[in-house]
């Protein structure tokens, strides 16, 4: 993963298998970079009909490479807390550090411009064409991730509110 390849199909089916059925789940599940593939989505969806289950809504946050690039390799993370700066969007008062604990921020592995130089050609070849997919079935939320944070949560928000179909 931190070289920017993908987790097996299987892997990641048998994962997500294993929450179905379990109480956190009964009124559904967020699943967030997956499926990435259409062979993913038709084995997703094959084994979300066995349990009488389906995919609801699906969110596609568009935003330009070019931006992508800034933001991912801008990040910076506190490990112990998850805690989440960015060096231009929301900088900690001193640079690399956090700002609760005084504990040194670090750039995740797969944070680096080479990495997601491979993620995004792994996206534009193998995802995106779930674009025309979920478009077809009429659950596909286009959200400008361009926006401000906020204004992006509320309309996803919004969207996963309200009933599946109705958007």
Same mark, same amino acid.
């Given at each position: 993963m931190?070289?920017? &390849? /993908?987790?097996? *199909? &299987? /892997?990641?089916? *048998?994962m997500i298998k294993d929450q179905f059925n379990k109480p956190q789940c009964n009124k559904g599940m967020?699943?967030?970079?997956?499926?990435?593939?259409?062979?993913?989505?038709?084995?997703?969806e094959s084994e979300l009909n066995k349990v009488g289950k389906k995919i609801d809504n699906v969110v596609l946050f568009e935003i330009e490479d070019e931006?992508?690039?800034e933001r991912i390799s801008g990040r910076r993370v506190h490990l112990p807390s998850g805690r989440s700066y960015?060096?231009?969007?929301?900088?900690p008062k001193i640079e690399g550090i956090d700002d609760v604990t005084g504990e040194p921020l670090?750039?995740?592995?797969?944070?680096?411009h080479a990495t997601l130089e491979k993620r995004l050609k792994n996206?534009?070849?193998?995802?995106?064409?779930?674009?025309?997919y979920f478009t077809r079935k009429g659950n596909l939320l286009r959200l400008d991730a361009r926006q401000s944070?906020?204004?992006?949560?509320?309309q996803m928000f919004s969207f996963l509110k309200s009933p599946a179909g109705s958007h």
């Open positions: 931190e070289r920017g &390849d /993908l987790v097996p *199909d &299987d /892997l990641m089916i *048998d967020i699943l967030d970079g997956f499926p990435r593939t259409i062979p993913q989505v038709e084995k997703l931006l992508l690039y960015h060096v231009k969007y929301n900088p670090i750039q995740r592995k797969d944070d680096t996206y534009h070849s193998y995802t995106s064409p779930l674009i025309d944070a906020d204004k992006v949560f509320n």
